[in-house]
């Protein structure tokens, strides 16, 4: 049973500490790793789907009856390709994060947030009071 | 010369389709921002054209099934165009259109010249792969559509001015990349018992797996995995951030179409490919989604009511109407259905010109905030005019489209005997009133603060198309035949299917 559906447990095990990581770390770069570990776990749980025992790739010549499924292989081409453009975005917003906030820790962002939302409500209502003023007068 | 017509008519799907995705990387190439402006709208509204062709040729109850590259379905891909996707279509790409016209002033003040063509570029990426979406046959062609089309938003957001912006489209990023591979997982499973990705064909094949536990864990990934796109409650998390601090004009493009394709999405998965039978009577996904939603829509409304930026307050309202065609599928008739199907389009044209008209008056004063606001309907009465008009449409006060999918929506409860859920929904109207009532009180009766007394009238090239938006309300308020009357029929064979 184990033996038999390694992958299958190792795309579970991935699965899981890929999804753990995003939830957990605070960390924009860590969690990106995250998200790359949980992507990796469904690609290798495509690729076990399409695998025959025993086949090889799909040769149409003699000799070679026995095949793996390439389509799942195929399609996992194409998920890998949109995996690496999200980890590019991901990390070049996060490079553009530390440039504007010099953090890339989840806590200190919202921190520096939270002070700045207080300093602008304080700004608004100081406009809003001057408007009353003014009307009043 | 008399073929070609009717050969272009044949080739329409895949026009429809090529039309915005080969004028993005044209666009792409151009330093001149003006210019990139031009191709992206004639193309925008090109592409425009090309649905309301497919939406005549569909009228009625018609399907056109059109074969990509002339491999025959199941093999190849195929594109399968009936009624509800031709009307998807058209929101997409009317609305699509209409703010791009509008976008070029708007973008303008946040962006250099030279900057500005690369941001046509991915706005018109994401319109081809929201178009994508909507027209393709293959389930994983949906998601490969879907990843293009959330690739496209995070950058959009991230382009904001706030710094802010950048976290949301972080924030979104985790949790759409999640929501899609939820998806991937899910049709992994479905691939894993049938053997095919057609979704016509999956359709035929799933009802003999329907005790299969592969096929219950697919259900219960895919739900969740497209709950998150459509952040549908409690999985709004990403939404009120990514709209508040998007660049202004974007959140009017991305509050129109993206949740909403992605709710077609759910629509056709959980009525075509899964089937109504299966979704709803063995995995009970009304007895989840009929609370949840009616909770989003409670919850979020009455947080919409107590927000002091503008744009936040429109985003809590986008979750509480995406709670209501929440639950007018899961009502599971007639009604219910129409209403979900007409609401769609109905919210999308009334958020958008909502998001545009605002994105005119933060043109002048640059921020968002209500107390920055106030009293610019006597500044600005002509931006403001539509806002009312498009905030009276939100609430749903007769003569206007929202009253008629709100109607829709209070028949299908009463149809089911659910007098509770109809008094609910009438609450959360007035919830409505309350929270548009509030900005309208803001932007007519306070006082405009000193710094903001003397600003002029928005720009022309956005205040028409905002017009556009608030006219199209009344219109659709009136006349029903293209909205609900065409719902009805697409909802009747979505239940018929079962």
Known sequence: MIVGLFNYWIVIILMMAGLYIV?????LVKKIIGLNVFQTSVFIFFISM???????????????????????????????????????????????????????????????????????????????????????? | ?????????????????????????????FRNGDLSWRIATVASWASVACAFALLHQVWGGGSISYEMGGWPPPWGIEVVIDELTAIVLLLVTLFGALVMTALRKSLSSIMRHQRQSLYYTTFLLCMASLIGI??????????????????????????????RALTAAFRYLIMGTIGATFILIAIGFMYMLTGTLNM??????????????????????????????????????????????????????????????????????????????????????????????????????????????????????????????????????????????????????????????LATMIYRTQSSSLAALSGIGRTMPWTTGAFAILGIGLIGVPFTAGFVSKWYLVSGALDKDWLPVAILLIISSLMAIAYIGKMLDVMYFKPAPAEFADIKEGPKSMLIPCWIFALLTIYFGIDTRLTAGLAGRVASNLLGAS
Request: aromatic fraction near 10%.
């Open chain 2, 134 to 163: 909507t027209i393709t046959g293959d389930a994983f062609n949906v998601l490969v559509f879907l990843e293009i089309s959330s690739l496209a938003t995070y950058t959009l957001i991230a382009r904001g001015r706030d710094r």
């Open chain 2, 200 to 357: 016509a064909d999956l359709s035929e094949r799933l009802p003999e797996h329907y005790d299969n536990k592969v096929l219950h864990a697919s259900f219960a990934f895919f739900t969740i995995g497209i709950a998150l796109k459509v952040a549908m409650f409690p999985l709004h998390y990403w939404l009120p951030n990514a709209y508040t601090y998007s660049p202004k004009a974007t959140t009017a493009f991305l509050a129109a179409t993206a949740t909403k394709v992605s709710l077609y999405v759910m629509i056709r998965f959980i009525f075509d490919v899964y089937g109504v039978e299966f979704a709803f009577g063995q995995m009970q996904l009304g007895t989840l989604l009929v609370p949840l939603s009616i909770a989003g829509i409670l919850v979020a409304s009455l947080t919409a009511v107590f927000q002091d930026d503008a744009k936040r307050l429109l985003a809590w309202s986008s979750v509480a109407q995406l709670g209501y065609m929440a639950l007018g599928m899961a009502l599971l008739n007639a009604n219910g259905l129409t209403s979900a199907v007409t609401h769609m389009f109905n919210h999308a044209m009334m958020k958008a010109g909502l998001f545009l008209a």
């Open chain 1, 50 to 137: 399409g695998t025959v025992d025993g086949g090889t790739a799909p040769i149409l010549k003699d000799g070679f009856t026995v095949f793996s499924n390439p389509l799942p292989h195929v399609l996992i081409l194409t998920a890998i390709v949109v995996g690496v453009a999200t980890t590019a975005l991901g990390l070049a917003i996060s490079v553009r994060v530390f440039e504007a906030y010099g953090t890339v820790e989840e806590d200190e962002i919202t921190a520096i947030d939270r002070d700045n939302r207080k300093r602008e409500i304080s700004v608004s209502t100081v406009v809003t009071e001057s408007a009353q003023k003014e009307r009043d007068q």
């Open chain 1, 23 to 27: 939830m957990s770390s605070g960390h």
């Open chain 2, 1 to 29: 010369m008399s073929q070609i017509p009717s050969q272009l008519v044949e080739q329409l799907p895949a026009v429809q389709l090529l039309l915005t995705l080969l004028a993005a990387p044209i666009c792409s190439m």
